[in-house]
């Protein structure tokens, strides 16, 4: 089956800039999450999403971050406007169901933001 | 150990060794766990989890050990192959009473393997 899909790849924008990032679960998962990935660090959860609604939102920066998932398939992700610190790869991952009920996660290549 | 920022534990093996990964989780709510494999330039891939109410899971070449006394989680991996060089993370699940659980990930361990 086909994997988790994102778009673009790399991205290098400078402060203050915006930019969204694109992602296309697999086909069939409910559960979409989006992660930050700081270079040397794991993963971190900014927001999940149920289908169109979101779950949990509790580490996702609101007033510059903003994601969406309009039909309950694709989402994009996007900050406006964007800070130094904002540089890593973020990565989306789909699930069956809710990550609580053991489903596996799978995730995409991931984006790799640039912030100069 | 514990490490910050870039600076992440590593392992190097040769090639046929056994490795050991190990990982301390904070949260003695967890109940779930994952291990991931990460190369270079990809997303993290599954390799086996375990829940909380069991200690031992084998998978191919694989196992994880979970001691929720001390809170530590760790990864063998058999006879470990130049293929398996990645960045290994453990997560831990915690629901919350909810059925969505949240993954908190670790910070990662370098594995090197020599040909």
Known sequence: EAGVAQSPRYKIIEKRQS?????????????LYWYQQILGQGPKLLIQFQNNGVVDDSQLPKDRFSAERLKGVDSTLKIQPAKLEDSAVYLCASSWAGGGTGYEQYFGPGTRLTVT | GESVGLHLPTLSVQEGDNSIINCAYSNSASDYFIWYKQESGKGPQFIIDIRSNMDKRQGQRVTVLLNKTVKHLSLQIAATQPGDSAVYFCAENTSGGTSYGKLTFGQGTILTVHP
Do not use: L
Not at chain 1, 19 to 31: L, M
């Open chain 1, 19 to 31: 930019v969204a990032f694109w992602c296309n679960p697999i086909s069939g998962h409910a559960t």
